[in-house]
């Protein structure tokens, strides 16, 4: 069996042998929530899939030799607009925003990632990175606002990997007079009166904040160095997000690269349909947790390659429930955390999670308890959730229970009398309708199948 990691690198747009730059320490970037209401079903997809990658990772190179930075984004147009309309300071809502996706993700069974930076705690690092840019003649003041010049990187849009014209006909509509090229973009702009503001570099006297990509650049420099390992987030976010993020950092820096490898996560659909507030189907992780068990949500989620779109289904809920269910009661008591190597073996290919559950079903035998065990610990699914949540969520029988209890009670009587013909045929009867008799000393009790 190969032991080698390899990854599907977008910018390369073929899987590469990983290995870390610096080999005592693995460094991973994603891009993570702008806090202004709760996450949403699509959002859980790259927390999910990176948290695994993220398992692996220390299982691979040792707990404490990876580093994982998922960050915040506290400062955006779509906050301030929700504080004024809720009437609550734009602090109260970021940091309410933030406790909710933090109750969220650990209810999915997510790790917490090593550091969860804020992009205000990291203003003066933008500004280092926004007066190099100008300096290295990368950027340019106009009206107030600080802009990147595209041109004026070579190999800009290697990572979209789209035509120039196409780029350009997405950024011409609108383009703001400050900019000297449609594909320029924003590194910090003034704010309206009102608005969070910080004193602006470049000598700008209006004070302003910065735009959204420089954040994860002065993010991942101050946690992570000039150069990383591994930089995801949703597909979403190739263009211009991460494209702008490596014109950013290359140029303030003159690296190659700002990270070996660029992973996406492909896009998430809610019962075939794009989710959408208008069409009714948006989906808040909150709302999905009230009716399920998160570990049931992660392995639903987890049912997919993480490349491939995914479409969440009620359907897909039930039957991760049945599979965890499976798992836990096939599984040995306990187990070191530790894939089986069938399993490791499918991660290691580009994280194939639907290979590694069939390798899981694969395992639920005599001989693979123990191996299954450590391969659910690996995941840190937790069994005594799925028992808490089926104590509560009983299935309906098909039958009303006055209706089963005088059947019982018919069996019964047929035993009494030795007819053992009649008392397997209501037996049998039951069963063919879920409901499973249990005999004991004190008598005949049911339940119904799962
Ligand atoms: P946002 O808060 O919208 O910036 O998104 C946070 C993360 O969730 C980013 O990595 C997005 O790419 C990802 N994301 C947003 N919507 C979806 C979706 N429907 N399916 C998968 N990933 C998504
Ligand atoms: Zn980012």
Not at 98 to 116: H, I, M, R, S
Request: net charge negative; charged share 25%; glycine share 6%.
């Amino acid at each position: 069996m190969s032991m080698e990691l390899k990854l599907y690198d977008t910018l390369a747009r073929e899987k590469r042998v990983f290995a870390p730059i610096d080999p005592q320490r693995v460094r991973m970037y994603v891009c993570g929530p702008t806090v202004y209401d709760f996450a949403h079903i699509g959002n859980a997809r790259p927390v999910i899939v990176f948290d695994v990658l993220f398992r692996l990772l220390r299982h691979l190179y040792g707990e404490s030799r990876v580093t994982y930075v998922r960050n915040i984004t506290d400062v955006d147009d779509k906050i301030n607009a929700r504080a004024a309309e809720r009437g609550v300071s734009i602090r109260d809502l970021t940091e309410e925003t933030y406790q909710n996706f933090k109750a969220d993700v650990a209810a999915l069974g997510c790790l917490p990632p090593t550091v969860e930076p804020r992009a205000t705690d990291h203003i003066d690092e933008m500004k280092t990175l926004i007066e190099r840019l100008v300096a290295n003649g990368n950027a340019y003041v106009a009206q107030e606002h600080v802009i990147f010049s595209v041109p004026s990187m070579k190999g800009y849009g290697k990572l979209a990997n789209r035509p120039l014209d196409e780029m350009m006909a997405g950024a011409r509509v609108d383009v703001a007079p400050y900019k000297r090229d449609p594909l320029d973009f924003v590194l910090w702009k003034p704010s309206n009166r009102g608005d969070p503001s910080w004193e602006s570099p470049c000598n700008i006297r209006t004070p302003g904040r910065p735009g959204w990509h420089i954040e994860c650049s002065a993010m991942s420099w101050k946690h992570l160095g000039e150069s990383f390992d591994i930089h995801g987030g949703g597909i979403d976010l190739v263009f211009p997000h991460h494209e702008n993020e490596i014109a950013q950092s290359c140029c303030a820096f003159h690296t190659k690269v700002m990270a070996n490898f660029w992973m996406h996560n492909g896009f998430l659909q809610v019962e075939g349909e794009k989710m959408s507030k208008s069409v009714g189907n948006f989906v808040i992780i909150r709302d999905v947790l009230a009716d399920w068990p998160g570990d049931v949500v992660r392995l639903a989620m987890l049912s997919s390659h993480y490349r491939q779109p995914i479409n969440w289904t009620v359907k897909g809920l039930e039957e991760a429930e049945k599979a965890l269910a499976g798992f836990f009661d096939a599984a040995s008591a306990d187990a070191e955390p530790r894939p089986a190597p069938s399993v490791l073996e499918a991660l290691l290919d580009d994280i194939n999670t639907p290979k590694a559950i069939a390798e899981m079903h694969a395992l639920k035998n005599a001989a693979g308890r123990r191996a299954l065990a450590g391969t659910l610990g690996f995941f840190g699914f937790r069994p005594e959730e799925l028992k808490a949540w089926q104590a509560d969520h009983v299935p309906e029988p098909a039958l009303p229970a006055v209706e089963i209890e005088s059947r019982i009670a018919a069996r019964n009587a047929a035993r009494k009398a030795k007819d053992f013909a009649e008392s397997d045929r209501i037996r049998d009867e039951l069963a063919k309708l879920g409901v499973v008799l249990k005999d004991s000393k004190e008598g005949t009790t049911w339940e119904v199948a799962r």
